[in-house]
């Protein structure tokens, strides 16, 4: 591959200077991080050092890049979120697309995903649990729906989707459609938001997964 202007390449690059322990590996086309990337305590004194590489992905920078831990300080397995071949798992699909959805450069996925995801890996490895804990797949996906809807009620996910995506005339002022009493505005406009925010094709998508339709 030699195209002039690869983003994810240049993004690399811009991350190998702003982080001394990652230098680039591989070929052009093929470039990859490799190194050390420090966990540093509330005081700024390295807490803990992983050994990482980073990759590129599918559809970067509107996905994550593959983050790999090579140094074998994570456990491999599903309730590590760390796969046979070394790979991260650092969030739910959908949550991904919604953080990348303006793109996410390789800096910003380590300053933002990657260094809490090994901060909390290395809160389990010395406490015994995460702080905070994520599913996968099909749990992991409800848990999403869960907290963007502040409901666990499936029911009430499918009123709200029906209302943000079948309904057309939306009356801000008018009683609330969930039955609260409340107006609209006052109460499911902002979670209504969220729901537009993700993108019909995607609940559509999401929501047959988890056997809702
Ligand atoms: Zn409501």
């Known amino acids: 591959m030699t195209q ?3 983003i994810f390449e240049r ?11 990652l ?5 052009p086309g093929k470039l990859f991080l490799k190194g050390i990337l420090d966990i540093k305590d509330c005081d700024g ?3 803990y050092s992983y050994s990482i590489e ?3 992905a599918d559809g970067y920078p509107f996905r994550f890049p593959k983050a790999y831990e090579v140094g074998g300080d994570i456990p491999i397995g599903s309730d590590w979120h760390k796969y046979e071949d070394n790979s991260l798992c650092l969030d739910v699909e959908t949550e991904e697309v919604l953080k990348c959805r303006r793109g996410l450069s390789v800096s910003d996925f380590i300053i933002q995903e990657l260094i809490p995801h090994l901060a909390n890996q290395r809160y389990r490895a010395t406490e015994g649990h995460y702080v905070n804990e994520y599913k996968h797949g099909i749990s ?3 848990e999403f729906y869960a907290e963007q809807m502040e409901t666990a009620d499936e029911q009430m996910w499918l009123k709200i989707a029906n209302h943000v995506f079948v309904t057309k005339d939306k009356r801000r002022n008018e009683l609330c459609y969930c039955g609260s009493g409340k107006k ?6 902002r979670i209504d938001q969220r729901l537009e925010l993700i993108g019909k094709q995607k609940v559509l998508n999401d929501f047959n997964n988890i056997g809702l339709i």
Request: hydrophobic letters at 30%.
């Open 45 to 47: 004194n390295v807490a």
């Open 4 to 6: 002039k202007k690869d």
């Open 140 to 142: 992991g996906v409800k």
């Open 184 to 189: 609209y505005k006052q109460c499911h406009e």
């Open 11 to 21: 993004d690399l690059l811009l991350a190998s200077k702003q982080f001394p322990g």
């Open 23 to 27: 230098s680039i590996k591989g070929t």
């Open 54 to 56: 980073i990759h590129r």
